[in-house]
């Protein structure tokens, strides 16, 4: 999603929304995420003015005080930057894949089920099974924060049982023109 991207050419603009969008922002933000509100004030204090950035291939960037936050794909789940999934990493869901697929997922391409139910690799137990559509950060073995953030394509129990086939589409990772991007 972030290949290739250059702030220079591909913002379109930035404006903040107004109060009532980020009122249902916040909401959506505490409805997708497992946080509280007293760490989603700690990440975006209500005081603070969020600016809506406005990208190519309708990607929305959200930032404050020029540092950016989280961002979303059309009207889709908002997904934190990997900076702040590095500062919380309760925020999402974990999954891990083994030390074979890490160069893949450096290079942005999905992660494939066999990567996550092998040895290395780690999906959440059966009573916190996942859904199909959910956002989960991405762990490499041996590694101690996400190395990227995807949405799942399978439920978990689902890649347990098949294991074949596409698990996790990666939105943003380590190393893509997102994560170089300190401000905007």
């Not at 922002?25 to 497992?34: D, F, G, M, P, S």
Request: charged share 20%; glycine share 8%.
């Amino acid at each position: 999603m972030f290949k290739k991207f250059t702030p220079s050419t591909d913002i379109a603009g930035q404006t903040p929304p107004k109060s009532s969008v980020q009122r249902s922002i916040r909401a959506a933000v505490l409805q997708q995420w497992k946080i509280g509100l007293e760490t989603l004030e700690e990440i975006w204090p209500k005081k603070e003015t969020l600016i809506h950035v406005k990208c190519r291939e309708h990607i929305s960037i959200y930032s404050v005080q020029n540092v950016p936050l989280f961002f979303q794909h059309f009207d889709g789940p908002f997904y934190p930057t990997l900076r702040l999934l590095h500062q919380y990493p309760f925020i999402l869901p974990k999954v891990g894949v083994d030390r074979g697929a890490i160069r893949f997922l450096l290079a942005g391409a999905p992660m494939m089920c066999p990567g996550l139910t092998s040895a290395g690799g780690y999906l959440p137990p059966a009573e916190e099974a996942l859904p199909k559509g959910t956002a989960v950060a991405v762990h490499a073995e041996g590694k101690e924060h996400a190395v990227g953030i995807g949405i799942t394509t399978l439920g978990t129990e689902d890649m347990r049982k098949l294991n074949k086939d596409v698990a996790v589409e990666i939105v943003t990772h380590l190393g893509d023109d997102l994560w170089a991007l300190q401000t905007l």
